[in-house]
Each structure stands twice: as C-alpha cells, then as structure tokens.
C-alpha cells in the first residue's frame, strides 16, 4: 500500500514563503509522476505542480514564477517550494503520485496565508 505523508504546512504572511515535503513508503522511481494539488472548501481538487519521473514539470498558470517543485530520489521525497505567497493561496495541499494509471494521494496539509 502506498503511503504518503505530507509535511510543512503552517501559518505564513502574504509575501512569506513555506516548503512543503511529501514523503512516500516506496522508491519514487516508481511512479510516473509526482504533484501537488489543492482544494479549497467546496471546490474541485486542482493541480498546482507536479514533476514526472524524468524530471519534467508542469506548473497552474496561478502559481508559476511562485512555486518550485523539486524531488529528492534519494530521500523519496517531493517538495513544493512556495515563494511570495498570498491569501488566496490558503486551502489544504495533498501531495499526489501516479502509476500504472492509479493515482494516490496523501491525507494533505493547510496552508493559511494572512493578509
């Protein structure tokens, strides 16, 4: 069973920075591609970043120039560098990864951004 377990999430100013870490129970090699996403309160789930096996990524048009996905094969680990965060940033991340067609997700982490 695949775990992964997000961690980093806080309380930040508009204009502050956090890094977000998702860490999974197995080789990251495994999965196809990697991401984050997020999902405010009675929304749809929607991409922020991911990054595929081989290293390319993939950024929401409202987060690039902001955000950095990155991935630690050593660590299996996948970050989500976030720069000049702002209020609307603030609802719950989950960290995602895919293989074989199934996806999976971790139990997420809140990000609030005050003004």
């Known amino acids: 069973q695949v775990q992964l377990v997000e961690s980093g999430g806080g309380l930040v100013q508009a204009g502050g920075s956090l890094r977000l870490s998702c860490a999974a129970s197995?080789?990251?090699?495994?999965?196809?591609?990697m991401g984050w996403y997020r999902q405010a309160s009675g929304k749809q789930r929607e991409l922020v970043a991911q990054i595929t096996s081989g290293g390319t990524t993939r950024y929401a048009d409202s987060v690039k120039g902001r955000f950095t996905i990155s991935r630690d094969n050593a660590k299996n680990t996948v970050y989500l560098q976030m720069d000049g965060l702002k209020p609307e940033d603030t609802v719950v991340y989950y960290c995602n990864a895919q293989k074989n067609g199934m996806f999976y997700w971790g139990k997420g982490t809140l990000v609030t951004v005050s003004s």
């Open positions: 197995e080789n990251i090699f495994n999965f196809d591609i």
